[in-house]
């Protein structure tokens, strides 16, 4: 009596499983025999052209400068902390006080100014502004909640770049 009960309750499963599953196959066949195909665009990918070539290729700037003149880099503390900055092949760290401003000059292209908070207590963002009669770059360091930036990368085309 007892195995007649547990068969009839297993085939009541393979039933049941049978039967779900083709209750689901019936919902999701009409949607794939209803999809259509999406045509493939044939267009051609274009190409860069070689003047067009340079590393904002793939980076936007956040200015720019004359390359064909000397330029100049103001940088401006606006935090209440003192920073360390320096040109990471020209100079060792140095220091920058709240409200200070230091205006790097004699450099060539392309150049990496690091700035950092000496008590690493948060993150900074640089606000870059060009005088383009005098080819100098401003650079305004407030404090940020956001991941702010680290570098301020001038390369030989004159872009700026912030990460």
Do not use: C
């Amino acid at each position: 009596m007892l195995r007649k009960g547990l068969r009839k309750l297993h085939s009541f499963r393979i039933l049941t499983i049978a039967t779900l599953t083709l209750v689901s196959l019936g919902q999701v066949w009409p949607s794939i025999a209803m999809a259509k195909p999406q045509p493939i665009d044939e267009r051609p990918i274009s190409k860069l052209k070689e003047s067009e070539k340079s590393s904002d290729e793939f980076w936007v700037p956040a200015a720019r400068v004359d390359n064909q003149k000397p330029a100049k880099i103001q940088l401006v503390n606006k935090t209440q902390e003192t920073l360390e900055y320096l040109i990471t092949t020209h100079t060792n760290f140095r220091r920058l006080t709240p409200g200070q401003s230091v205006t790097l000059s004699d450099f060539q292209p392309p150049v990496f100014i690091n700035i950092n908070s000496l008590k690493d207590s948060g993150n900074v963002e640089y606000s870059v502004t060009v005088d383009k009669q005098s080819n100098v770059a401003t650079v305004e360091i407030k404090p940020t909640i956001g991941q702010g930036n680290r570098t301020l990368n001038l390369d030989k085309t004159g872009a700026i770049y912030l990460y």
